[in-house]
């Protein structure tokens, strides 16, 4: 796990208590932790999930600006690698807090920079139902379409 930069903390941040699934507390993706004070913090902090304390978001450990926290860009990114045919895949997935966050224009920025430089990116979008559906984009000389399309079924199977 990285280090926070610049003495960053989560602060009044709470998004990633919305987007990602906590087994240990039985909690879906894409629905608010019934732990979180929604922009305040959690109010479990001290005895969190290990889920919870292993979790570090990318505007944490890089240099993205101040907007781009993810209670304020209303999209969490987070960085896996993910083996397709042999081959590590480095993936940043865009959990979409609010619906509709992913086509705002700093988030299709975001997109096209991480692109461009060799990421894999899969944007979670955030339907009213309530769950996510993945949208891979990537270069063209980084992935193939076969790896693409099996990236692709392969997130679908996944648990969020």
């Not at 304390?53 to 896996?80: A, H, M, N």
């Not at 060799?118 to 996510?132: D, I, K, T, W």
């Not at 891979?136 to 969020?160: F, N, Y």
């Amino acid at each position: 796990m990285s280090e926070p930069i610049n003495g960053r903390s989560c602060g009044g941040c709470t998004a990633c208590c919305k987007t990602y699934r906590i087994g240990t507390l039985k909690k879906p993706a894409g629905v608010w932790c019934k732990e979180c004070a929604i922009g305040v913090g959690c109010r479990i902090y001290e005895s969190r999930p290990e889920e919870c304390r292993g979790f570090q978001c990318l505007w944490l450990v890089t240099d993205y600006p101040e907007s781009d926290r993810p209670d304020r860009l209303k999209v969490v990114l987070d960085f896996i690698e993910e083996s397709v045919e042999g081959r590590i895949l480095p993936l940043v997935r865009m959990w979409e807090v609010s619906p509709g966050a992913l086509n705002k224009p700093r988030a299709k920025q975001i997109t096209e920079i991480l692109k461009n430089g060799n990421y894999v990116v899969v944007h979670r979008a955030l339907q009213p139902s309530g769950e996510y559906r993945n949208r891979v984009t990537t270069s063209e000389a980084l992935t193939s379409t076969r790896e693409v399309r099996i990236l692709t079924e392969r997130l679908e199977r996944m648990v969020d």
